[in-house]
């Protein structure tokens, strides 16, 4: 990703901007972002939750990385009500919803029932090895 000085930048202030093109080609993983924020995460109006933290919970949850900058911008267009404090930014995001989401970090769930534990270990192994 490339970083320019901001025209007028006097004094050693440096504004970085994103590199267009780096941004245009992360469309899809921000809409991956914005699918799996807007389904798993409730909005509450109090910005409690660092981006940072909740980034980390939702590449655990679904194994897909994004970047921070990806992160905030799914964020910003769920809407999700934030105040910005560098270098992350608090967003109103629901404790009860985050630590759900936490709870089924690489599950595999059976649809219609609840697996037992020997389920999700036999589940898990089958995965590992490929089955």
């Known amino acids: 990703m490339e970083h320019k000085v901001a025209a007028g ?6 504004e970085l ?5 780096a941004l245009a080609g992360s469309v ?3 809409m991956k ?3 799996w924020t ?8 109090t910005p409690t939750y660092s981006s940072y933290g909740v980034k980390h919970t939702m590449e655990g949850t679904t194994g897909l990385y994004v970047t921070y900058g990806v992160f905030i911008a799914a964020a910003l267009i769920v809407g999700y ?14 404790t009860r919803s985050l630590n759900r989401a936490k709870r089924r970090r690489g599950r595999v769930r059976v649809p219609g ?6 389920e ?3 589940a898990t192994r089958r995965a590992r090895a490929g089955l």
């Open 9 to 14: 930048a006097e004094n050693g202030d440096v």
């Open 17 to 21: 901007a994103t590199d267009h093109e």
């Open 28 to 30: 899809a993983t921000v």
């Open 33 to 35: 972002t914005v699918a």
């Open 38 to 45: 807007a389904e798993n995460v409730t909005s509450i109006k």
């Open 81 to 94: 009500p934030c105040e910005y404090d560098q270098p992350n930014v608090p967003f109103g995001m629901s």
């Open 113 to 118: 029932r609840r697996p037992g534990t020997r």
């Open 120 to 122: 999700l270990l036999s």
